[in-house]
């Protein structure tokens, strides 16, 4: 059954680095997510993307974040200079256009700013 | 802005007892609701998905109903089993089809042998 990929699982950076988290979202899905969910809180949408653009973006989503589509089959999510509040996992989801539309979850990176 | 809360936080109960666990959410106008099961420091597995028009879906021993004018949707556990336990979150989509999933803070179960 194909589902979404997600690497690293663990990456544990210093504050101020700049860290790349990679997805592989499903092969035929057309719409893709990232959310976050700091420890103990809710999962949090941050951004969807759709045909090279992103769609729709949280207020989470300020300028140290960016996201990618470097090719046909990965999406990055980009954190420019990482803080201690950055620490959460980190989930894509994607989902196929003639679906019922539900979003398939990766397993997530646990991002730890030291 | 919607608001998706579920009932109760933690839930603790013997193998073998049926089981509700409860979300609200504040508005209406949604596009459709997934249940989800979160383990400890794993990923999200989808359990269920119920769009606006149907009143419920089953899977199994599971069960969940959507209320949508009253902003009410339950997740029914039968029988249940040690392995159940875990984190439930429940979550909606408004936007269209292609709306961005907001999330409950999750109830907790725990089904002791």
């Known amino acids: 059954e194909p589902e979404v990929t997600q690497t690293p699982s663990h990456q544990v950076t210093q504050m101020g680095q700049e860290v790349i988290l990679r997805c592989v979202p499903i092969s035929n899905h057309l719409y893709f997510y990232w959310y976050r969910q700091i420890l103990g809180q809710k999962v949090e949408f941050l951004v969807s993307?759709?045909?090279?653009?992103?769609?729709?973006k949280s207020e989470i989503f300020d300028d140290q974040f960016s996201v990618e589509r470097p090719d046909g089959s990965n999406f990055t999510l980009k954190i420019r200079s990482t803080k201690l509040e950055d620490s959460a996992m980190y989930f894509c989801a994607s989902i196929s256009r003639g679906s019922l539309n539900e979003q398939f979850f990766g397993p997530g990176t646990r991002l730890t700013v030291l | 802005k919607q608001e998706v809360t579920q009932i109760p936080a933690a839930l603790s109960v013997p193998e073998g007892e049926n089981l509700v666990l409860n979300c609200s959410f504040t508005?209406?106008?949604?596009?459709?609701l997934q249940w989800f099961r979160q383990d400890p420091g794993k990923g999200l597995t989808s359990l269920l998905l119920i769009q606006s028009s149907q009143r419920e879906q089953t899977s199994g021993r599971l069960n969940a109903s959507l209320d949508k004018s009253s902003g009410r949707s339950t997740l029914y556990i039968a029988a249940s089993q040690p392995g159940d336990s875990a984190t439930y979150l429940c979550?909606?989509?408004?936007?269209?089809?292609?709306?961005?999933?907001?999330f409950g803070k999750g109830t907790k179960l725990s089904v002791k042998p």
């Open positions: 979550a909606v989509k408004g936007g269209g089809s292609q709306g961005n999933l907001i």
């Open positions: 508005d209406s106008a949604i596009y459709n």
């Open positions: 993307f759709y045909n090279n653009e992103i769609s729709e």
